[in-house]
């Protein structure tokens, strides 16, 4: 078992997430010029290859790296990942803001698409409302111990201790994978928090892991619709959030049977569905 806080190497990556900027910066009434670090923020084009022609599919604004992982889990997210389907980043070193989606059938993979996408940075992962997703979500599973008030306050403490592109900008959400006991699995950063987490189930795709009960998604970000339905749909039963949770979080969190978490800081959290999977006082 890793220690709690360790930054898990398969979170690295290789692509640019912080870039550098001149700034004037302002401290007690005097300006300075000086380098300030920033997060980097790119467009994404996932394209459709098939039949002999290359179709832009979406195109969604994130953070370099990791640009698999981040198509792999939205797909999954819209219902789109089939058995013909591979996912490739592209090896043109002109062109590395592009993954191409390589299929036997082009028509049905656009076709889907443009019927439930609604945008590439909205979250929604064309869902459309909460019971045409509960139609594809089954009850998470957790058969692991009740769990302890104490370590789910500090599991977003240990998720801040593994954001190194964070630290150097103050600039990106993470959404990391817990084990029932506080070990951190995986943790991913990005200038979106839906596409964190994106990039999370991916990753948990590749290690043939869904769906992932006993397990708990933490999320540096507030609990949105979009965080919930991600979370769902991979089979987590347990997310606990740093910010404030939105009312359809909540009502889909307990129609869905998952235990929501918010305002996670410090020794202080609120529960806002499923605290039967929580010890008692």
Same mark, same amino acid.
């Given at each position: ?67 698999r992982k981040l198509v792999l889990g939205w797909l999954h997210a819209e219902g789109l990942l089939r058995g013909d389907l591979h996912v490739s980043p592209t090896q043109d070193p002109?062109?590395?803001?592009? !993954? ?36 594809? !979500?089954?009850?998470? !599973? ?10 789910l306050a500090g599991l977003p403490e240990r998720l801040r201790a593994a954001q190194p592109a964070f630290d150097a900008t103050g600039g990106l959400h993470a959404a990391g994978l ?57 089979? !987590? ?16 969190a307990a129609g869905l049977g998952l235990t929501l978490v918010g305002f996670a800081r410090g020794e202080r959290f609120n529960v806002y569905a499923g605290a039967s999977r929580l010890?008692?006082?």
């Amino acid at each position: 078992m890793s220690l709690p806080g360790a930054r898990p190497a398969f979170a690295e990556s290789t692509a640019p997430a912080v870039t550098h900027a001149r700034v004037l910066a302002y401290r007690e009434g005097l300006a300075t010029e000086r380098d300030d670090a920033v997060a980097v923020e790119e467009p994404l084009d996932i394209r459709v290859q098939g039949g002999g022609e290359s179709v832009t599919l979406a195109v969604t604004m994130r953070t370099p790296g990791h640009d698999r992982k981040l198509v792999l889990g939205w797909l999954h997210a819209e219902g789109l990942l089939r058995g013909d389907l591979h996912v490739s980043p592209t090896q043109d070193p002109d062109a590395p803001n592009v !993954v191409t989606l390589h299929t036997s059938d082009p028509m049905w993979l656009l076709a889907s698409a443009r019927a439930n996408v609604t945008t590439s940075a909205c979250g929604v992962c064309g869902s459309g409302s909460v019971e045409r997703l509960a139609v594809r !979500v089954r009850e998470p !599973v957790w058969t692991a111990p009740l769990l302890s008030p104490p370590l789910l306050a500090g599991l977003p403490e240990r998720l801040r201790a593994a954001q190194p592109a964070f630290d150097a900008t103050g600039g990106l959400h993470a959404a990391g994978l817990f084990t029932p006991d506080g070990e951190l699995l995986a943790v991913f950063e990005d200038v979106g928090r839906h596409n964190a987490v994106d990039k999370l189930v991916g990753w948990a795709i590749e290690q043939k892991l869904l769906p992932l009960a006993d397990h708990i998604l933490v999320t540096s970000s507030r609990a949105g619709f979009e965080i919930v339905q991600k979370a769902a749909l991979a089979g !987590v039963p347990v997310v606990v959030t740093v910010g404030a949770p939105s009312s359809l979080a909540v009502e889909t969190a307990a129609g869905l049977g998952l235990t929501l978490v918010g305002f996670a800081r410090g020794e202080r959290f609120n529960v806002y569905a499923g605290a039967s999977r929580l010890q008692s006082s």
